[in-house]
């Protein structure tokens, strides 16, 4: 299973939205909605924020949303804030074998 | 709260097995299943097995022949060995728990083992 593909990058001014793209095949993505992604600050615990393609766990800001479309997920950032600077990467699940991969991991930079 | 804490050493010899053992606090172990997922420097995330509480695992077929995950619930722990390590299993590696078998719900902040002589 090769790895989710994210942009390195993406910017935003705060109060604005961005969205982090997560492209993958017919035999991840595509096949189940089962994509989450997950928030990390470096040297700290990665945080979840989005589970089953578009669901918020209890306890994580409404301005998190995710979709997705074929064999592409999107996780938008709406309301941009300082705190939302970190690295985010997606995840599918991809069936047996090896159930889960992982995205190559976006870097969220707030202006 | 749900807490779990990564601890063993951080520095491995080439050829000899890599051993860490994530503790949970907050919570039981039982009930779950729960992952080690590693990220090489400067490279993505790698699922690299789980067990259940009761016992059972599965691991990554990459990684298969190298790696066993043990659960000690008395302790609230589970652990993993990975054998005949080499400079690429340099990583940071992570515990986490792992929800209907789908999504990482609580991660620990992750310890970095270095391969090296």
């Known amino acids: 299973q090769s790895a989710l593909t994210q942009p390195a990058s993406v910017s935003g001014s705060p109060g604005q939205s961005i969205t982090v793209s997560c492209t993958g095949t017919s035999s991840d993505v595509g096949s189940y909605n089962l994509v989450s992604w997950y928030q990390h600050h470096p040297g700290k615990a990665p945080k979840f924020v989005i589970y089953e393609v578009s669901k918020r766990p209890s306890g994580v800001s409404n301005r998190f949303s995710g979709s997705k479309s074929g064999d592409t997920a999107s996780l938008t950032i709406s309301g941009l804030q300082a705190e939302d600077e970190a690295d985010y990467y997606c995840c599918s699940y991809a069936g047996s074998g090896t159930p889960y991969v992982f995205g190559t991991g976006t870097k969220v930079t707030v202006l | 709260q749900v807490q779990l804490q990564e601890s063993g050493p951080g520095l491995v010899k080439p050829s000899e097995t890599l051993s860490l053992t994530c503790t949970v606090s907050g919570g039981s172990i039982s009930g779950y299943y729960w992952s080690w997922i590693r990220q090489p420097p400067g490279k993505g995330l790698e699922w690299i097995g789980y067990?259940?509480?009761?016992?059972?695992?599965d691991y990554n077929p990459s990684l298969k022949s190298r790696v066993t995950i043990s659960v000690d619930t008395s302790k609230n722990q589970f652990s993993l060995r990975l054998s005949s390590v080499t400079a690429a299993d340099t990583a940071v590696y992570y515990c986490?728990?792992?929800?209907?078998?789908?999504?990482?719900?609580?991660w620990g902040q992750g310890t970095l083992v270095t391969v090296s002589s």
């Open positions: 067990i259940y509480s009761s016992g059972s695992t």
């Open positions: 986490a728990r792992t929800r209907n078998e789908v999504y990482f719900d609580y």
